[in-house]
């Protein structure tokens, strides 16, 4: 069985092939882009709180080190895989090139639902998992950061944990910890705070007004939760649909955001969320809106959803939600739909990591003002880029973005020849 063969890695496969076509990239250059530098398997044996002991599977991809060390979250999911983690580094390292950031992509994670764990249970599964890592990572080698399934207390664990071996404090081994053990505020906002001013320059450009108008969030965590408040709050539109893994909810005249999120705060998710009617989670997406936010999981645009899109505006906050047969259908569609593409989306979770590590390596803190100010002129930058090439060679927004990327990845690899 090929360990690589899952829908993520495969969608990231396609995408380089599709760039090296466009690109007229040599076979030589190619190839490392299309598989992982390093990959590490380990078994992670956790005390229960009953007395038993469990094996959990843990993985870390690193994609390249061309451009300085690696870069990447951390997902505690019930089916996660190194395909899926190759799948993700390989994501990461063009999201970074793109953001201008010194790092080569990374992914890595635990199979399991932290939702089945105690917090004593999760505690000593993220310090196990750090554990095993310890050879591997590294603050100028590796570094960590929240993704699906973790969040600042796991990153304050697996720091903790790193420090504990080295015998002092290394703030530069994760990102996304809590502001009290030397996280940058802002963090935890950033890659919903991102999508929405990416979300807001779309719309410039497209002439659509914002306030009033409709959106639909599809899944409700760190990113999706924070992308509906803002989008609800500043923005002034109406979030007529919001999703989790548990279910699916509508309402024509909008939901009361703060509502739904005092909800999922208080149970854990959105079940029985009473702001709402429930619908099929397959309908949400193809529900009426001028926004439309995939922030959950791959792969959810597919070739028999794509036509159906209604949205204006699709901000992928999600890693990897379109495929490439969907994506060929909405570059038909692209005077209908403007797709902001998730290397560029969700940038904003990398960007502010860069400068949490950046703020641990130098020990000098930043000010929200300051986070949020150099957050939103680096995603600038990147948007105009993206925007102006797409339109320059008439290529959607996807490979105009992967193209600039891959371009800077394949400079620094030539800068140094073979190794990196
Ligand atoms: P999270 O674990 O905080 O939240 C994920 C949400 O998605 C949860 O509400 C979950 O119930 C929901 N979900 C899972 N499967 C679903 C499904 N099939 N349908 C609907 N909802 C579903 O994760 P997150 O950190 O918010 O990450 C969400 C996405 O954004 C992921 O693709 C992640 O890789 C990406 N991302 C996260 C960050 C970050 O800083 N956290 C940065 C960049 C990109």
């Given at each position: 069985m090929d360990p690589f063969d899952t829908p993520a890695f495969n969608l990231a496969r396609k995408q380089v092939e599709l760039i090296a076509e466009l690109l007229d990239i040599s076979p030589s250059m190619r190839e490392p882009l299309l598989w992982p530098k390093r990959c590490i398997a380990v078994s992670l044996p956790v005390e229960m709180d009953d007395g038993s002991m469990k094996v959990f599977e843990g993985y870390r991809v690193h994609h390249h080190l061309a451009m300085g060390a690696t870069k990447g979250g951390v997902r505690f999911t019930p089916d996660f895989t190194m395909g899926e983690a190759a799948g993700l580094a390989i994501w990461m390292s063009w999201k970074c090139a793109l953001a201008g950031l010194p790092y080569g992509g990374a992914q890595g994670g635990v199979?399991?639902?932290?939702?089945?764990?105690s917090v004593g249970e999760l505690e000593r599964l993220s310090r196990r998992y750090m554990h095993e890592m310890i050879p591997f990572v590294g603050p100028k080698a590796d570094i960590m950061g929240p993704d699906m399934g973790t969040d600042e207390r796991v990153m304050a664990w697996l720091m903790d944990t790193y420090s504990a071996y080295l015998g002092h404090a290394e703030p530069g081994i994760v990102t996304g910890k809590p502001v009290s053990v030397g996280g940058i505020t802002g963090r935890r906002e950033a890659a919903g705070l991102g999508v929405v001013y990416l979300i807001e320059r779309a719309a410039d450009m497209m002439r659509l007004p914002l306030r009033g108008a409709r959106a639909i969030v599809q899944g409700f965590g760190t990113v999706g939760s924070v992308a509906a408040q803002d989008l609800a709050h500043?923005?002034?539109?109406?979030?007529?649909g919001l999703s989790d893994s548990t279910g699916a909810y509508y309402n024509k005249n909008g939901i009361d955001v703060w509502h739904a999120y005092g909800h999922a705060l208080e149970r854990?998710?959105?079940?029985?969320?009473?702001g709402a009617e429930r619908i099929d989670a397959d309908d949400l997406l193809i529900a009426p809106c001028e926004v439309l936010v995939p922030a959950a999981t791959s792969c959810v645009i597919h070739e028999q959803n794509a036509r159906k899109l209604q949205c204006r505006i699709l901000a992928e906050a999600a890693n990897g939600p379109t495929t490439t047969e969907a994506d060929k259908i909405l570059f038909e569609r692209w005077n209908e739909v403007f797709v902001i593409p998730d290397i560029l989306c969700n940038a904003g979770g990398v960007v502010v990591s860069y400068f949490e590590w950046v703020q641990g390596l130098q020990s000098f803190f930043w000010n929200r003002t300051e986070v949020v100010d150099r957050l939103y002129r680096t995603l600038e930058q990147a948007f105009v880029a993206v925007t102006r090439r797409a339109k320059r060679q008439h290529i959607p927004h996807r490979l105009s973005a992967l193209a600039i990327a891959v371009e800077r990845v394949i400079q620094a690899r030539k800068t140094f020849g073979l190794f990196p």
């Open positions: 199979c399991v639902d932290p939702r089945h764990l500043r923005c002034g539109m109406k979030i007529v854990g998710d959105l079940r029985d969320f009473d």
